[in-house]
Each structure stands twice: as structure tokens, then as C-alpha cells.
């Protein structure tokens, strides 16, 4: 993927929003395509496509495995030109809110409903690590339900915040479901070789 030294927030797209729409907003900003591909699941991705904006700075469209959950970001040479450019799309795209984000968390009725909830909120989390977040997110790691467990670990995936390694390594031995232990071993590994630890 062709990527600026700094890289913005992802902002979550409607369900009603595709890649078409990111390719029209794209056109609004006589921006290139430069690459689009269909990206491995095993990375958490099922699509990948990049515009070159404009002196060094580009567009990404990415659609999250397992939901399906379609988001933008932006990278380019500067931070203050990232910021700028990803006010830009926040105000078009209309993503929704932090709070949104939570409350869905915590209202959801079903175990799918929590999923969905939990990969939304890891999809659109900020860089930082955020207490109350991080905290929803080891609840659902927790559960008693593996759809639940599974929505909490690909969260888990999307942060990558430090403070998540424990738990993570903990599922990795002791969750019931081995396809758990194997997701949680491999996302361990990753933080691990990629110098994510507290």
C-alpha cells in the first residue's frame, strides 16, 4: 500500500455508504488512483484501494473482515496535513460519533448485535489508547459468548493498543473455542514482532 510517514484517524463509512462513493469523493479531489486490490483476510482486510491526492498525500478505502465495515483514512508527508485533509473527509463522509460508537456497544440486545458493535468501535478508535474504551473491549474478550469474544478480539486487532498484549496472550491459552486461541496466538505474534507491548 503506498503510504505517507503519517496517517490519520480511519473514519467509519455508513452502512449505505461503498467504494464508489470514496471513489467519488476522490474525483472531488482530482485525486489518482494508485492501487486497488483484494486484500487477505487473514490481515482483517477483503478490499484495499489508495488515490494519490495530491504532494504526497493519499486517500485509502479498506473494508474490514469479519463485519464488512468500510472506512477511509489518509497518510501523507505531514502531520498537520493529514489533520487537515482528515477534517476534510469527516465532514463529508459524516462518520458517526465517539459517543455513537460506545453507546452502541452497550446498548446491543443480541450477541451478533455486540459483534458488529465491537468491530465498529475497534474500526474507528482513535490512535491513543482510550481507558474506556480498552475496557469495553476486554469485557467482550471475556464473555461468555464466542461471537462476543470474537467481536472483542478483532477490536483487539483493529487498535493495537499496548495495554490489550496481556489479555490478548491470555485468550491465546485458555479461550474454549481453538479458533480463538489460534485468531489470539496469531494477533499476539504480531504485536509482539511488531514492538507492540506495553
Do not use: K
Request: aromatic share 6%.
Amino acid at each position: 500500500m503506498h503510504m505517507g510517514a503519517h496517517r490519520g484517524r480511519r473514519i467509519i463509512l455508513a452502512d449505505d455508504l461503498a467504494e464508489a462513493d470514496v471513489a467519488e469523493c476522490a474525483t472531488l479531489m482530482n485525486a489518482e488512483q494508485v492501487r486497488a486490490t483484494t486484500a487477505s483476510v487473514e490481515i482483517g482486510l477483503t478490499r484495499e484501494v489508495t488515490w494519490h491526492v495530491a504532494g504526497g498525500y493519499y486517500l485509502h478505502f479498506g473494508r474490514e473482515h469479519p463485519i464488512g465495515v468500510g472506512f477511509v483514512f489518509t497518510s501523507g508527508p505531514t502531520r498537520d496535513g493529514v489533520t487537515e485533509l482528515t477534517a476534510m473527509l469527516q465532514e463529508y463522509f459524516e462518520p458517526p460519533s465517539d459517543g455513537a460508537l460506545v453507546a452502541a456497544v452497550d446498548a446491543a440486545v443480541s450477541a451478533e448485535h455486540r459483534r458488529t458493535a465491537l468491530v465498529r468501535l475497534g474500526v474507528g478508535a482513535p490512535e491513543g489508547e482510550v481507558p474506556g474504551w480498552a475496557s469495553r473491549i476486554v469485557t467482550a474478550m471475556r464473555a461468555d459468548d464466542a461471537r462476543v469474544r470474537e467481536g472483542g478480539l478483532w477490536a483487539a486487532a483493529h487498535v493495537l493498543w499496548p495495554g490489550l498484549l496481556a489479555e490478548v496472550e491470555s485468550m491465546s491459552t485458555t479461550d474454549a473455542d481453538p479458533l480463538l486461541r489460534d485468531q489470539a496466538g496469531a494477533l499476539a505474534g504480531f504485536m509482539r514482532q511488531e514492538g507492540i507491548v506495553p
